[in-house]
């Protein structure tokens, strides 16, 4: 062991030497994050032996245990180092001089919505793989068009190339054929593709995975039994085979779900590469390995990093959340981070806070997947489904309450937990189960249950609203709450209830369209109230994309989640690089949240499922996306690292600890009065005393000499005045700032919306207005 763990310079090979290393640490050790700001010294080297010194010197000069409880060094993107500590050993670490913070390594999740049915699928499925030519249908592309586009500007994410000796973007290991032509076609092309990164296949035009990276060592320190699918950075769960192909994928003609939403399908920016950081693993994502792929990713020379998962809420300070540092230095880069908000739906459940990262709420397409179902009283009606069975007569429909078994209660056998039903009661009927929404239950796993106990059809009642389809395996259908009583009455008021439930089908053009998502997590923003968040939504409620053949030999998969919403910015945000290469990523991210719309298909207000009530920015951001406008914006907000510090001074941090994260000599100087001065694309005032006034400046990216006016919808109660009111350009690039002044009429409580909009005849510049009355001014109660 010794000689093994004596060169030291790479992550794969300190992660053997502390799995051999283990043994010898104490057992209340665990794995903290030691954050030591920006880098300092420019050798790796030279950081990791400062590291082991600091470890040293809180072992009480032991080398030995030092190196044992090494988990990994960061030294590209920012500094610092992963540990194993004892809680005491962790307080001490925080004392010593460089030491920014030190926080536990969390768990961090994907943010997909019932990940647990789609996971349920592992093994079951066998799709007949069809209508895809197995014939190498990539050399029948035009490579020259392809290419050149692509490697000239608007790579996703990564620049490297594969094998770049020291610092190769390739780990291998088990699980990949690489040889493997059988592939189909569509994987190919898609995703996760390792073919083309071969040395052998370097002449090979149709890179789209450049490169390939995984991060175990701290999923490997926390987890009692390390058992992977694939001990590399395949996707063996499909989700990052979803997200990727969303973000980037190449045009596919005849992409379906089992026939389900056919058509042609590319992701948002066809031409861009994807290197791939894989952090995520059977149980989640933990801190310790997303830093070390976000301080890779830096190094790499990566354009845009997109992340499907975030922490559960409340999340952690900014500098004890690794998405929030490692994003932090990102941006710093000139990385554009475009992340998840989570899927947790309630108000404040908000996540991924940080001003620095555009965030993404989820919301519909105007496709829907549903089933019709028919009672015997003539009643019909539609329910979200995936399933393409469908029961060929009417059949007797009765309440999974009836059909208790044994020792369960009717209550629980309404919620059709395992083994609840009684085979005799159930057997060829329909049966109506309800489903509360919690994180353990599966809207499959019930269908299964139903089918078990020989029912041939079900109704499921989500009490909890969130309309997503699913895969049953046998005719189903969901429905919300209003429509269950509807039934569950049918029911007791017949004398032979019955129904018929036919098979799922894609309904184009349904309205109204978009809505945001039920699951999608609100604002406002737990940690900063000044920020607003989310930033901004797009489709993530049943979007059809890649899947990876890992995982129930499929090609293709619908599913739902913010996560699924994060890569269509994402995909947005390489087109606008490739456009604007010069764009700050605060610049693009005004220009994705300024174009923005708040009106549906039928120009009405969007609503927020499941009950429509009229969305707010605390749903959606500054609306819902709108690509054909973000290129041309006219004006952008625009923000520098410095403005990052002065905001992080406003909110409290000292310039001892700023000194650190930033790694020059800034000074809280240039603080602002309040975070709300930051210049972001939206306004945010949540503690209104009265008056209020907020400056901001804008740039001028669109005609050289132009002209805008200030239109304003004022939150309720409240007075808005905009000085000037008119803005005279005389040239691109030029600045103007402006002040939105706040004065309170009428006080009322709670948070209260409008809008402030720069418009010509061209364009709308348009940023939500957030207010909340001050209730210790006006003597409001809570
Ligand atoms: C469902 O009801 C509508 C009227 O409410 C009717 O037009 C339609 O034909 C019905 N569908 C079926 C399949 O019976
Ligand atoms: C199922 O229902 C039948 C008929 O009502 C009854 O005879 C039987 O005991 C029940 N079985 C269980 C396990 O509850
Ligand atoms: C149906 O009847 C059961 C008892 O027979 C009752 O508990 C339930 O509330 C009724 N449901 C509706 C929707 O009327
Ligand atoms: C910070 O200031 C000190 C003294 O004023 C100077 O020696 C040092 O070079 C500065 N560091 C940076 C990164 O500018
Ligand atoms: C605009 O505001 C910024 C910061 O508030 C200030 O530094 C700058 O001088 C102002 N520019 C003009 C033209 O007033």
Known sequence: MGSLCKTTNSVLYLSTCL????????????????????????????????????????????????????????????????????????????????????????????????????MGLMGEETMEIQGYSTKNQEFGLNPQVLVMLTCLRCQLVGRGTANQGKHSMLQLATGFNL??????????????????????????????VIGARYY?????????????????????????????????????????????????????????????????????????????AFDDAIRDGVHILSL???????????????????????ASHGIVVVASVGNEAIQGSATNLAPWMITVAASSTDRDFTSEVILGNGANFTGES?????????????????????????????????????????????????????????????????????????ILVDETDKAVAIPFVIPAAIVGKRMGKRILSYINHTRKPTSRIFSAKT??????????????????????????KPDITAPGLNILAAWSPANGKMQSNILSGTSMACPHVTGIVALIKAVHPSWSPSSIKSAIMTTATVMDKRQKPI???????????????????????????????????????????????????LHLITGDN????????????????????????????????????????SIYRAVVSAPVGIIVTIVPRRLFFNGYGEKINFTVNFKVNSPSEGYLFGYLSWRNRKSWVTTPLVVRVSHSKFGLVT
């Open 19 to 118: 799995f051999l290393a283990e043994i010898s640490l104490s057992l209340s050790a665990k794995v903290y994050v030691v954050y030591m700001g920006s880098r300092g010294s420019d050798d790796p080297d030279e950081i990791l032996r400062q590291n082991h010194q600091m470890l040293t010197s809180i072992h009480g000069g032991s080398a030995e245990q030092a190196k044992a409880s090494h988990v990994y060094s960061y030294s590209h993107g920012f500094r610092g180092f992963a540990a194993k500590l004892t809680e005491d050993q962790a307080s001490e670490m925080a004392e010593m001089p460089g030491v920014v913070s030190v926080f536990p390594n969390s768990r961090r999740r994907l943010h997909t919505t019932h990940s647990w049915d789609f």
């Open 179 to 208: 040889y493997n032509r059988n592939l189909p076609t569509f994987f190919k092309v898609l995703m996760f593709d390792y073919l083309d990164s071969q040395p052998q296949l370097k002449l090979s035009l149709y890179r789209k």
């Open 216 to 292: 175990m060592s701290g999923y490997e320190a926390e987890e009692d039994q390390v058992k992977v699918s694939f001990k590399s950075s395949r996707d063996s769960s499909g989700h990052g085979s979803h997200t990727a192909s969303t973000a980037a994928g190449r045009y596919m003609t005849n992409m379906n779900y089992k026939g389900l939403a056919a058509g042609g399908a590319r992701g948002g920016a066809p031409m861009a590469r994807i290197a791939v950081y894989k952090t995520c693993w059977d149980s989640g994502c933990y801190d310790v390995d997303l830093l070390a």
């Open 308 to 330: 499907s998962l975030g922490p559960d809420s409340p999340q952690g300070d900014y500098f004890n959340d690794a998405i929030s540092v490692g994003s932090f230095h990102a």
């Open 386 to 458: 995936l399933s393409l069975l469908q029961m060929t007569a009417s059949t007797r429909i009765i309440s999974a309450a009836e059909a208790y078994a044994g020792y369960f209660t009717p209550y629980q056998s309404s919620y059709c937990l395992e083994s609840s039903l009684n085979r005799t009661k159930a057997k060829g009927k329909v049966l109506v189960c309800r489903h509360a929404g919690s994180s353990t239950e599966s809207k499959l796993v019930k269908s299964e249950v139903v089918k078990e106990a020989g029912g041939v059809g079900m």
């Open 507 to 532: 309904i184009l053009g349904s309205e109204p369209a978009p809505r945001v998502a039920a699951f999608s997590s609100k604002g406002p923003n737990a940690l900063t109230p000044e920020i607003l």
């Open 607 to 657: 609503t927020v499922d499941p009950f429509g009530r009229r969305a707010n920015a605390f749903d959606y951001g500054s609306g819902f996306v709108d690509p054909t406008r973000v290129l041309d914006p006219g004006l952008i907000y625009d923000a520098q690292p410095a403005d990052y510090k002065a905001f992080l001074c406003s909110i409290g941090y000292n310039e001892k600890s």
């Open 666 to 705: 800034s000074t809280c100087d240039q603080m602002f009065a309040t975070a709300s001065a930051l210049n972001y694309p939206s306004i945010t005032v949540p503690n209104l005393k009265d008056r209020f006034s907020v400056t901001r400046t804008v740039t001028n990216v669109g005609k050289p000499r």
